[in-house]
């Protein structure tokens, strides 16, 4: 995970620098919307690491004290990205459709790093790990999208315009039914053993 996190987070901060490889679609984006497009990638690469290694259990335990500044690095970039991602929905290719698709997502990535972070201020250690568990879920999305992208226009020859409002659905929805299957689920909860040492995080 890491390694993909890493993967995309580089490309897209290689279209920032490296504008003569910006895909046909997001070029007008780019000279109409460039802060907000740089703010998203920017926060959101951040956003893709930091949140991979925030998954180890080995970093909480060995290290709590860099946990919890990550996570609040974390929580910061996704305050960025979300927000700036919130307001290039609107202007998203592929129709209200895709707009309503990755405005949606905005919110809730959002929401839940708000959840997040008033879980673990009170003390609910479970509460808080379910709740990032969801928002890394949505963090996700920005590899998704790629695979989806990479399968459907290169793999499937299909058309962009077509498939890309689908795509703003579904490079979401199916990693945040995945991680609740997985890991917010009552038997991948965190035990309830722990909740003092992590409460300060």
């Known amino acids: 995970m890491l390694v993909l996190a890493c993967g995309v987070a580089a490309y897209a901060v290689h279209l920032l620098w490296f504008s003569t490889h910006v895909p046909?679609?997001?070029?007008?984006?780019?000279?109409?919307?460039?802060?907000?497009?740089?703010?998203?990638?920017?926060?959101?690469?951040?956003a893709l690491v930091l949140g991979a290694l925030q998954m180890s259990t080995?970093?909480?335990?060995?290290?709590?004290?860099?946990?919890?500044?990550?996570?609040?690095?974390?929580?910061?970039?996704?305050?960025?990205?979300?927000?700036?991602?919130?307001?290039?929905?609107?202007?998203?290719?592929?129709?209200?459709?895709?707009?309503?698709?990755?405005?949606?997502?905005?919110?809730?990535?959002?929401?839940?790093?708000?959840?997040?972070?008033?879980?673990?201020?009170?003390?609910?250690?479970?509460?808080?790990?379910?709740?990032?568990?969801?928002?890394?879920?949505?963090?996700?999305?920005?590899?998704?999208?790629r695979l989806y992208l990479g399968i459907t226009l290169a793999g499937l020859q299909m058309d962009f315009m077509q498939v890309y409002p689908f795509i703003s659905w579904a490079c979401w929805i199916p990693n945040l039914l995945l991680a609740e299957w997985l890991f917010v689920r009552p038997a991948g909860a965190l035990p309830a053993d722990r909740p003092a040492r992590a409460a300060s995080a």
């Not at 740089?38 to 690469?45: I, P």
């Not at 690095?73 to 129709?95: E, F, I, N, P, R």
């Open 58 to 145: 080995l970093l909480r335990q060995r290290w709590p004290r860099l946990h919890r500044w990550m996570g609040r690095l974390y929580l910061t970039a996704v305050l960025l990205a979300g927000l700036a991602g919130l307001q290039m929905a609107s202007v998203a290719v592929g129709g209200l459709v895709a707009q309503t698709g990755f405005a949606t997502m905005a919110v809730l990535w959002l929401g839940s790093a708000l959840m997040g972070y008033r879980a673990i201020r009170r003390g609910d250690v479970r509460a808080h790990r379910n709740w990032m568990m969801r928002n890394y879920a949505l963090t996700l999305a920005a590899l998704t999208l």
């Open 24 to 46: 046909p679609f997001l070029q007008a984006r780019i000279a109409s919307h460039a802060p907000s497009l740089y703010l998203h990638f920017l926060g959101g690469s951040a």
